[in-house]
T-cell receptor
Framework: GAGVSQTPSNKVTEKGKYVELRCDPISGHTALYWYRQSLGQGPEFLIYFQGTGAADDSGLPNDRFFAVRPEGSVSTLKIQRTERGDSAVYLC????????????FGPGTRLTVL | QKEVEQDPGPLSVPEGAIVSLNCTYSNSAFQYFMWYRQYSRKGPELLMYTYSSGNKEDGRFTAQVDKSSKYISLFIRDSQPSDSATYLCAMTGTNAGKSTFGDGTTLTVKP
């Protein structure tokens, strides 16, 4: 079956702009995760959804970052007033139920803030 | 100090060699231990998944977890040039949810 998909694959924006990154999880997976990966580092947790609700948003760096999953499937990560330090690869993962299940990653969105 | 420490390498070995990759961690709440392989400009791909302590083998790959020492390992036998990638260890607590990753070890297998 289809894996996790993310769009766009690349996004270039200017400092101060607003961006939205989309994640389509594997069909039937109730858990969805967002991570951020900077060059030379491992993925860093941002937020975890169980169904429509954010079960853990402790990794969001500040209030410029927000994520939604209104119907329990597709999720959107929203970044306001982007800063150059936001440049990274944003990875999405999904798992069947979240309770120790395997997380399957998408290819990521490479965000560049000029 | 990071919760998960991983030697970044780079590690270069000849084809056919046995590769050993390691991570140490500090959080005793971690119960699930994973190894991912990541090719350049791709998302991480799960290689091995282990619950609690012990060994797990899958083809050329063996994962070991020693919770008493807070130390995990991945062994790759008969390494191939196609194994050249960055290897990430990751760990999750009993409440599942987020995984905590090491920073990855870059491996090159030379033909």
């Amino acid at each position: 079956g289809a894996g996790v998909s993310q769009t766009p694959s690349n996004k270039v924006t200017e400092k101060g702009k607003y961006v939205e990154l989309r994640c389509d999880p594997i069909s039937g997976h109730t858990a969805l995760y967002w991570y951020r990966q900077s060059l030379g580092q491992g993925p860093e947790f941002l937020i975890y959804f169980q169904g429509t609700g954010a079960a853990d948003d402790s990794g969001l760096p500040n209030d410029r970052f927000f994520a939604v999953r209104p119907e329990g499937s597709v999720s959107t990560l929203k970044i306001q007033r982007t800063e150059r330090g936001d440049s990274a690869v944003y990875l999405c993962a999904s798992s069947l139920s979240g309770s120790g299940d395997t997380q399957y990653f998408g290819p990521g969105t490479r965000l560049t803030v000029l | 100090q990071k919760e998960v420490e991983q030697d970044p390498g780079p590690l270069s070995v000849p084809e056919g060699a046995i590769v050993s990759l390691n991570c140490t961690y500090s959080n005793s709440a971690f119960q699930y231990f994973m190894w991912y392989r990541q090719y350049s400009r791709k998302g991480p791909e799960l290689l091995m998944y282990t619950y609690s302590s012990g060994n797990k083998e899958d083809g050329r790959f063996t994962a070991q977890v020693d919770k008493s020492s807070k130390y995990i390992s991945l062994f790759i036998r008969d390494s191939q040039p196609s194994d050249s990638a960055t290897y990430l260890c990751a760990m999750t607590g009993t409440n599942a949810g987020k995984s905590t990753f090491g920073d990855g070890t870059t491996l090159t297998v030379k033909p």
